[in-house]
Structures are given as C-alpha cells and as structure tokens.
C-alpha cells in the first residue's frame, strides 16, 4: 500500500498490518514463525516469558520416532518423527547427535516378539540414512556381571537422536529474525479483537507494562499449556479443543556406566523409563507421566516422581541409588491434545490437531485464528508445516515448503560431520582448550567464528565467571539472543548453569546488572 511521502508504515499498524502474529516461544512458535517468514510472510512473535522457558526446555532432549506409541497404532506419527530424526541430523548436526539405546528386556513386562516387531517397524516405517537399524543385545558380553542384575542378560539396541532442545528453539528464533520477523521476549499478547479483516491486538511488555497496538491479517496461537488462556484472552472466540496437561520430570545424576549409549527400562506400569549419558559425565534420567491440574508456571519436581524414578534405576542395576545421589532435577508439562476419552496420561495422544476459527458465519470474510493442540518437540517442523497449509487459502501468494533442508544457523557444516569439523575448529583455535573449543562448536556451530572474532587466547575471552563460562560468550547471549538473565544464560542458552557454584553464578548477575545499568 502506498502512502503519501517516502516512509512506509511501522510494521503491524493499520495501515500496514503484521501478516502473522505468532503467540508463543516455545518450539512450536518459532517453528512456525520461522518456516512462514520463509514464505514470504511479514511476521512478529510474542513470547509472555523466555524463549523455550516453558515445556520446550523441560524435555528429555530427544528427536525420536517414539518406540511405544507403536502400542497405540500411532503409525503416521511415528513415520513422521521417524523422518524428522534424519532431518535434525542434517540441519542441525552441531545440536544432534545419534545416541545407542539399549532396551534392557524384562521378561514380566513387554515379550521379546512384540519388541522385535516394535523395532522392524521402527527400522523400516520412515526410513534411514545416517541412523543404524537394531538389532539384539547381549548385556553380559558389554558388561560381564557388574552393571545389571542377574536377571537381565539380554536387550535389544537400537537408535535414536539426541538434541539440545532450548537451543533448537532459539536457533529457529534467531534463523526467523534474519529471515525478517520480529522477536519480543517477555511480551504477552494480552488481547485481541477482530476489526474487519483484521486483528487488533494488544502486546504487553511483561517487566515495564508498556503496551502496543498490533495490527494482525492472522494469528498463530502456538501458547503449549497455555493455548486456552490465550483463546479466552481474544475477544468473541472459544474453543471446542482442549489440552490435558500432563507433568514430567526428570532428575540429574552422575553417571555409573561405561560407554556412550543410553538406557531404556520397562516400568511395572508398562511405561519407558530413560537413562542417558548427559555431557561427560552425568545421567539424566525421565520421564514421569503425572496429571497435573496447576498453573504450567508453578510446575515442580516432587518426591513421589523423584523415589518412582529411583525404585526402576535400582530393580535394573546393581549400583543402588537414593535421593542423595540426585544433583539436579527439572519438570515441565506437557500439553497433550485431550480426546476425552478417559485415557491413562501415558496412553494420550502425543499428535497434535488444529482448531481454526474463522469468525462469525455470515460476517464475511474475518481475520483467522489458528490454534494448535498437543505436538512433541520431535514433529515441530511437521506441525509448522501443517499449520500453515490451514492458513494458505488467507494468503494465496505464500511460498511453498522450505525448511527440510535449510540449515539452522551454526549448521552449516560440511557434510553434517561434526567429529571431522570439530577437529578443524580446534586447529583454528589453537591456543583454546579442546573441551571450551567443543562446547563452543556444540553450541553454535559455524557461528562459533563471529563470537570467537579476534579472540586468540583464554585472555581474548575476558571474565572468567568458572567452568567454560566465559564474558565472551555472556556478551553473545546477551547481544544476538535475547538473553536478559542469568537463567536464560545459564539454563537455556547453555548449560552452564549444571557446572557452577552459587558464588559463581552471583558474579554473572553482578555482571548482568552493570551491563542492564550501560544499556
């Protein structure tokens, strides 16, 4: 449109409305957000907290095709997580990795032929490239007699990947930012009402209550366990759907096996327990399934979870395990698409449907509202895909599919080898230790050359704050990924905060507010 004058409206007034508002931040939000303005399409996001600070940081840090949905005849959604493995893989090979499991067999719980025929599906269903197929595992020839009861002397290995699910997130954020789109962190979408063929929305700056004024064609509602508060906060919608939501936890250890590969345990409630190694030298064990009827925000790890997640690590192995042996631990809560059918919270759905509302019959043609219910970190590319199929009749000149291919940012790596890339890395930084030039390279791939730039020594990187924690990379976070607080440094971005102590952590809050007090 044009108007009088050489400047063009602000993105989002009337005069020039936003084509996509996404509410959200989580992976399902900036999957859409990204794959749309890869389309063509103007988009701005809204995220009331953190990226990924809700359920999408909270997972077990896994791409996977989901073994025992299989049990309830989920075939198109195992296919396609299934597929989206070898997708990461490629696109994001500095986030992912192939991880070995081991299905440890427990003769009262699942037979070795239902097992058997679960894995020649899982094998054959989507297709491998770069992931190896099963096959039968003799534990006592791995580890002779001292890792695992007497019982249990044979398994079935097979694979699956392994991700780093808060950076998936924001690498997907920052891939939409370059491409176009607006990313407000710590911004609610308070509320919203049609006005002709378009949205008239209210964003709320969540810390100074400063509002704006948006002008929207469509709305993507992609709030997790918050999408009915979203539905409600918009004026003249309701929704027929609704999400269960389901607790899962997860505690943090320190690692008691040899080798590389993971753990997957039957629990007496026909549930699959995780063990995984998690970075050099720890576990991470999960999940729990618990109904939960709190608000998301208040969700907490408790005990019973805790002691449940215990008693199955100490009826498998030798090495017995209590509440003392926990470092850390973290819950999230899932919010699976209810079909009310009375289901057990292990047995509903992990797919994810739409609710598209298109306004009142007989109104004309109104602004949508596209909803979505349920999805799993796995199929979140699928899910953005699918969500913008329904909103392709609103915008008839919207590209095609592009994302199955595209690198995220930092994957850019040739072949997608990360050991052959990794030892490249390290011969360009010479002077760095190899565990700070891994980190580095896990974390950011090929960005890893703009934040290292001019940075030649440990004495280059500035502040040391303990562990691998360095000012250089504090400055990074805080410059390119909207880290505004340690927790987003610490807990999402990175890891660091597993590896530090609390003197530690105070001095990057010192750090922290010097930095707000320059701004």
């Not at 949508?368 to 329904?390: C, I, M, Q, V, W």
Request: hydrophobic content about 40%.
């Amino acid at each position: 449109m044009s108007v009088s004058g050489s400047q063009t409206p602000k993105i989002g007034s009337k005069e020039n409305p936003v084509d996509l508002l996404v509410a959200g931040g989580g992976i399902n939000g900036v999957g859409v957000a990204r794959d749309a303005v890869g389309r063509g399409l103007s988009v701005i996001l809204c995220e009331k907290d953190d990226l990924s600070e809700g359920t999408s940081s909270r997972s077990g840090k896994y791409i996977h095709g989901g073994l025992r949905y299989l049990e309830y005849y989920e075939f198109r959604l195992v296919r396609e997580a299934l597929i989206e493995r070898e997708v990461v893989l490629n696109v994001a090979p500095h986030l992912s990795k192939p991880l070995r499991l081991i299905l440890v067999h427990s003769p009262e719980q699942r037979p070795r032929w239902l097992i058997r025929l679960g894995l020649f599906l899982y094998d054959h269903l989507g297709g491998r490239k770069r992931i190896p197929g099963s096959k039968g595992a003799d534990l006592k020839a791995e580890w002779g007699n001292t890792l695992l009861r007497p019982t249990f002397d044979k398994g079935f290995a097979y694979w699956d990947v392994w991700i780093d699910d808060a950076r998936l997130v924001v690498l997907n954020a920052i891939d939409a930012a370059r491409r176009g789109a607006e990313i407000l962190t710590r911004t609610a979408l308070s509320a919203a009402e049609r006005d002709g063929d378009l949205w008239r929305t209210t964003l709320q700056d969540t810390r100074s209550g400063a509002e704006r004024t948006v002008y929207a064609r469509a709305i993507f509602n992609g709030a997790g366990p918050w999408v009915e508060k979203v539905i409600t906060s918009i004026d003249g919608t309701a929704s027929k759907s609704s999400v269960r939501l389901v607790k899962g936890s997860h505690i943090i250890m320190r690692k008691w096996w040899d080798g590389e590969n993971g753990f997957v345990l039957q629990a007496p409630d026909k549930r699959l327990i995780f063990v995984n190694p998690y970075f050099d030298d720890l576990a991470l064990v999960g999940t729990t399934d618990v109904p939960f009827n709190g608000r998301p925000e208040d969700v907490r790890v408790d005990q019973g979870e805790i002691d449940y997640l215990l008693d199955i690590l100490n009826s498998y192995f030798l090495r017995q395990h209590g509440s003392s042996d926990v470092l850390h631990a973290y819950s999230g809560v899932r919010p699976l698409f209810d079909d009310d059918d009375g289901k057990s919270a292990s047995a509903v759905t992990r797919d994810y449907t739409f609710e598209l509302d298109e306004g009142r019959k007989g109104a004309g043609r109104q602004a949508p509202l596209l909803s979505a219910f349920g999805g799993k970190l796995t199929t979140y590319r699928k899910l953005a895909e699918h969500a913008l199929e329904r909103l392709a009749p609103f915008f008839p000149k919207m590209g095609p599919a592009w994302t199955d291919n595209a690198p995220l940012p930092g994957g850019d790596i040739p072949d997608a080898n990360m050991n052959v890339w990794l030892a490249s890395l390290q011969s360009a930084f010479p002077e760095l230790p190899p565990d700070l030039v891994r980190h580095y390279g896990r974390c950011y791939g090929t960005a890893t050359f703009d934040l290292l730039s001019g940075a030649h020594s440990l004495a280059d990187l500035g502040t040391h704050f303990g562990g691998l924690f360095y000012e250089i990379e504090a400055r990074w976070l805080t410059d390119n990924e909207w880290a505004q607080t340690t927790e987003d440094m610490l807990v999402r971005r990175t890891k660091h905060g597993l590896f530090l102590n609390e003197t530690e952590k105070a001095s990057i809050e010192a750090w922290m507010t010097r930095r707000r007090g320059a701004a």
